[in-house]
T-cell receptor
């Protein structure tokens, strides 16, 4: 059974710092991995999708990496801004459904 | 394209009542998913449709839950005889299978059972 874990559960950093969020999964047989952002009380916004054959994806200040063999993904955020404050969730696509981590709540202090 | 739309955004009900939620996917998306999210947790898969066929249901989906997608367009999720444990955010997503199956999410329906 696929399990997804995100560490840390919460993170608070000063504005301008670079930071890394971690995601690990137990079964390497995945189709893809996605990183999402969720603002309080809101739905989910897809940030990056890495297909199983890829190693990384970049979008603006965000870079996500995938190491299937070790069951790990990281989301790197460069030059963090207060607007980046949100909960970040990773999800692995195991055939027809997404299996989710519990998220990392990120606070960027001005 | 207005994205995935869910209605209502909030629902407060008394224990034992029935509730129904609606999801309108992005047009021409052939897959539609329902997830449930409780506070502080990631979403949990409930069920999904490919066109009008319901292809998979999670064990989380008890007999009190039923989902439909008539004509392969919008979908409804009904909960009968609601319990306090049903209080959660219910999220709908849709995807186009050929587009890497990227799932696009609606804003969700927040259910509070009193």
């Amino acid at each position: 059974k696929q399990e997804v874990t995100q560490i840390p559960a919460a993170l608070s950093v000063p504005e301008g710092e670079n930071l890394v969020l971690n995601c690990s999964f137990t079964d390497s047989a995945i189709y893809n991995l996605q990183w999402f952002r969720q603002d309080p009380g809101k739905g989910l916004t897809s940030l990056l999708l890495i297909q199983s054959s890829q190693r990384e994806q970049t979008s603006g200040r965000l870079n996500a990496s995938l190491d299937k063999s070790s069951g790990r993904s990281t989301l790197y955020i460069a030059a963090s801004q207060p607007g980046d404050s949100a909960t970040y969730l990773c999800a692995v696509d195991s055939n027809y459904q997404l299996i989710w981590g519990a998220g990392t709540k990120l606070i960027i202090k001005p | 394209d207005t994205g995935v739309s869910q209605d209502p955004r909030h629902k407060i009900t008394k224990r034992g009542q029935n509730v129904t939620f609606r999801c309108d996917p992005i047009s021409e998306h052939n897959r539609l998913y329902w997830y449930r999210q409780t506070l502080g947790q990631g979403p949990e898969f409930l069920t999904y449709f490919q066109n009008e066929a319901q292809l998979e249901k999670s064990r989380l989906l008890s007999d009190r839950f039923s989902a439909e997608r008539p004509k392969g367009s919008f979908s409804t999720l009904e909960i009968q005889r609601t319990e306090q444990g049903d209080s959660a955010m219910y999220l709908c997503a849709s995807s186009l299978l050929v587009d890497k199956n990227i799932q696009y999410f609606g804003a969700g329906t927040r259910l509070s059972v009193l």
